[in-house]
């Protein structure tokens, strides 16, 4: 299994794994996450339907209202939460979903990671050191 | 990072467990945004009420409701003082007319509950999106922080203020401590403008601005800075509250320069990136159109709630839907609701345009909308709204039809019980 390791900043630390949901897309703020499953309800969004829970969320960046980190917080309290973030640039929507989420998180990448993630990688990140590893998916068939 | 030595005695407890509470999760927000320092802010806008996501928090107990879901603190906390001037945004009841939002004694009284602790902790109870039209109006260089994402694009855009768009949770906590990450918006380089819009329609209506700005919305990538340009003679602030709301719906910009009309954009080499221009972009008639078949639900029929204000309404909005109304009567399967802010209402009351609504059959309210509220008249099957932020929002929430247009179509259609142009 091909392993490729990508590196940014450390921004919250601690170590976790997950499959990537990779979202090239931003998420909007109201409309965007239900707080009850955690699945993607924005209209047209490519991951509509899917959800946040446990996967490590590649995010290009936040929209829409300033209560985004919000409906994270909410899911959080409910026991749904990302277990890592990749934000490739940080920006203050994801800054402050990244806080109320407390997870391990990596911000603002040296290189492109939608160039290199699929949803479905095995990526561990590590808010530490501020690298991410990943372990690509088969995504034959 | 480098902190003052007054930020290191609030870390220390010097002033309190919530200041210290709210300083701590402000100092993390900063390391995650890459800031040295932080600035001192003046003024807070903040989502005060018993809204439903705090349903998250399994606590009848108020202040354990309100230590995690605005301080980030799984210890309970009092909210007992700001540390800076205060408004209050919109929450999700009016506090008149709640039982026709369809709202609950029991909804009533525990929002009431919570904006009575905010109001003891200092907070003026406005209880409004358009805080700049109820006197929160920070100055050029001024850092504030607001919950409500079209107002911060009006306050740096129109006036040059700071303010990142952040979240709830950093807002409460600014409030507090009178902090904020010095970064972003509240950084002379973080302004600069990145995506060049060549405005080639001719919008002169607020209905016009709105599609624009949800059309710029669209089309504008994440971190990003636009420039508008071309056809912008003529706008003015209440044109602005609707396309900034709309822009902040469809994307995620805290300013938008408006070339020879916002004051840091005289010129484009004033406001533009040293990097340069990531992109020019056209917005013509087509955009324009697009934006609106995305928003309004193209089978015309009948209609049973008509909701205007969004933003909240001026008093020269409220004026102009009270004259239509004038003489007319809401049909009897409609209810109209207008939303503002409470002291626009108060001016709407002594110059007789609230009477004049509910004369009409309509209600002038205050404090919330139905996007905050989530609440609906019981049966809608269709509704209509002059505000693509509420249509764009609303459309996934219901199963009605969900119809956008000018306020005049919308007030029509109230008169009517049905949508058509």
Redesign the interface.
């Known amino acids: 299994m091909e392993t490729i390791v990508i590196r940014g900043?450390g921004?919250?630390p601690g170590i976790a794994s997950g499959p990537a949901m990779v979202c090239r897309e931003?998420i909007?703020?109201?409309?965007g996450i239900d707080?009850t499953t955690g699945k993607v309800?924005?209209?047209g969004h490519p991951a509509e339907g899917q959800t946040i829970r446990d996967v490590v969320l590649v995010l290009?960046?936040?929209?829409?209202?300033?209560?985004?980190?919000?409906?994270f917080?909410?899911?959080r309290?409910?026991g749904i939460s990302p277990c890592a973030l990749v934000l490739p640039?940080?920006?203050?929507?994801t800054?402050?979903?990244?806080?109320?989420c407390g997870v391990p998180?990596v911000?603002?990448l040296q290189e492109d990671p939608f160039m290199v993630i699929e949803s479905g990688d095995l990526v561990t990140v590590d808010g530490t050191s501020g690298t991410v590893t990943i372990r690509k998916a088969s995504h034959d068939g | 990072m480098q902190l003052s030595e007054e930020e290191l005695s609030i870390l220390d407890g010097q002033g309190g467990p919530l200041k210290r509470k709210t300083l701590e999760?402000i100092v993390?927000?900063a390391?995650?945004?890459?800031a040295d320092s932080l600035c001192r802010v003046s003024k807070a806008h903040l989502?005060c009420g018993a809204h439903h996501?705090?349903?998250?928090?399994r606590s009848k107990d108020m202040d354990e409701v309100m230590s995690?879901?605005w301080f980030?603190s799984p210890d309970k906390i009092l909210f007992d003082a700001v540390g800076c001037f205060s408004q209050s945004d919109c929450s999700p009841v009016d506090h008149i007319n709640w039982s026709k939002m369809g709202c609950y004694e029991d909804e009533f009284r525990e929002n009431e509950r919570y904006l009575d602790r905010c109001l003891k902790a200092g907070v003026h109870l406005v209880g409004s999106c358009v805080p700049y039209m109820t006197g929160f109006i920070p100055v050029r260089g001024e850092h504030y922080v607001?919950?409500?994402?079209h107002a911060?694009l009006m306050m740096n855009s129109l006036w040059g203020a700071c303010s990142?768009?952040?979240?709830?949770?950093?807002?409460f906590c600014s409030a507090v401590c009178a902090r904020t990450p010095r970064?972003?918006m509240h950084v002379p380089e973080g302004r600069k403008g990145t995506h060049l819009f060549s405005v080639t329609c001719k919008p002169e209506t607020v209905e016009d601005w709105d599609l624009l700005g949800y059309a710029v919305?669209l089309r504008l990538p994440?971190?990003s800075t636009p420039i508008l340009e071309g056809n912008v003679a003529g706008v003015d602030m209440l044109r602005l509250k609707s396309c900034f709301a709309a822009m902040?719906?469809?994307?995620?910009p805290?300013l938008c320069h408006i070339l020879g009309i916002t004051p840091e954009a005289p010129t484009l080499a004033a406001c533009l990136s040293p990097s340069g221009l990531e992109d020019r972009i056209e917005i013509g008639p087509r955009q324009l159109r697009e934006a609106r078949e995305i928003l309004c639900d193209q089978q015309a029929g009948e209609v049973n709630y008509v909701s205007l204000g969004c933003p909240h309404y001026s008093i020269d909005q409220i004026s102009e839907a009270a004259a239509f109304l004038g003489g007319r009567k809401v049909h009897e399967n409609v209810t109209l609701h207008i939303w503002t802010a409470l002291p626009i209402k108060a001016v709407a009351d002594r110059c007789g345009y609230t009477k004049t609504i509910e004369d009409a059959g309509g209600t002038l309210m205050v404090g919330s909308c139905p996007?905050v509220s989530e609440r609906w008249p019981a049966g809608t099957r269709a509704m209509a709204f002059d505000s693509a932020k509420q249509a764009h929002?609303?459309?996934?929430?219901t199963s009605a039809k969900v119809f956008f247009g000018n306020a005049g179509e919308c007030l029509q259609a109230s008169i009517s019980g049905k949508w058509g142009r």
């Not at chain 1, 290009?60 to 409906?71: A, L």
């Not at chain 1, 800054?95 to 109320?100: D, P």
Request: one cysteine or more; proline letters at 2%; charged letters at 20%.
């Open positions: 900043r921004a919250i931003t909007q703020g109201w409309s707080e309800i924005e209209k290009s960046g936040g929209k829409g209202s300033n209560g985004w980190s919000s409906h917080h909410a899911a309290i409910r640039k940080i920006d203050s929507r800054g402050v979903a990244a806080v109320v998180t911000v603002d | 999760f993390n927000y390391t995650v945004l890459g989502f996501y705090l349903k998250a928090v995690e879901m980030c607001t919950t409500e994402s911060v990142n768009a952040d979240g709830i949770e950093a807002a970064w972003g919305g994440p971190h902040a719906t469809t994307s995620g805290e996007l929002y609303i459309k996934p929430l």
